[in-house]
T-cell receptor
């Protein structure tokens, strides 16, 4: 299985600021994704992080609010921009698609609180 | 959009009992994956079952898939207090490039 790490694990931020979350996979993967989990809810896909090109966003999510980078096959970042209290959530990255498996594995998540 | 529906939303059992959670979906899938999430933490991958499979086992876990009914179930046998967590099913659809759609989850509490 792939081992995925995220930084930071949690943060408390002020309204109007931005936070960049990093996701590192221990092996090369085809696909990387970013999800949001609001308190007490299930996961919602924000976007697919495409290596070397712009991310593919789901309905309700836009690049200006959630810019994503994926410079190589093992690393991605998600920025939550101009934050408001409604952005308080757990943000999770995931990865799938190696030569040996296509299960999707998740990082430990970043718990974001916006005051 | 969230496609999977899970039931029950919450389940409370005694240690040693079996726990069954169900998941339904609406459109055809490539595979279905079950995850466990302990409070406030990341998701732990439990089992992947492909659309051409009907049953898979992993330790005390048994997953079934009925594509004609578009449903899956997760059975945890001989439950332990450490199994207390939220359990999610997630569907990988044929044209979604490994993108997953998550169900609402079942919160399982196993009482010692």
């Amino acid at each position: 299985s792939a081992v995925i790490s995220q930084k930071p694990s949690r943060d408390i931020c002020q309204r109007g600021t931005s936070l960049t979350i990093q996701c590192q996979v221990d092996s090369q993967v085809t696909m990387m994704f970013w999800y949001r989990q609001q308190p007490g809810q299930s996961l919602t896909l924000i976007a697919t992080a495409n290596q070397g090109s712009e991310a593919t966003y789901e309905s309700g999510f836009v690049i200006d609010k959630f810019p994503i980078s994926r410079p190589n096959l093992t690393f991605s970042t998600l920025t939550v921009s101009n934050m408001s209290p409604e952005d308080s959530s757990i943000y999770l990255c995931s990865a799938s698609g190696t030569p040996t498996y296509n299960e999707q594995f998740f990082g430990p998540g970043t718990r974001l609180t916006v005051l | 959009s969230q496609q999977g529906e899970e039931d029950p939303q919450a389940l409370s059992i005694q240690e040693g009992e079996n726990a069954t959670m169900n998941c339904s979906y609406k459109t055809s899938i490539n595979n279905l994956q079950w995850y466990r999430q302990n409070s406030g933490r990341g998701l732990v991958h439990l089992i992947l079952i492909r659309s051409n499979e009907r049953e898979k086992h992993s330790g005390r876990l048994r997953v079934t898939l009925d594509t004609s009914k578009k449903s899956s179930s997760l059975l945890i046998t001989a439950s332990r207090a450490a199994d207390t967590a939220s359990y999610f099913c997630a569907t990988d659809h044929n044209n979604a490039g490994n993108m997953l759609t998550f169900g609402g989850g079942t919160r399982l509490m196993v009482k010692p």
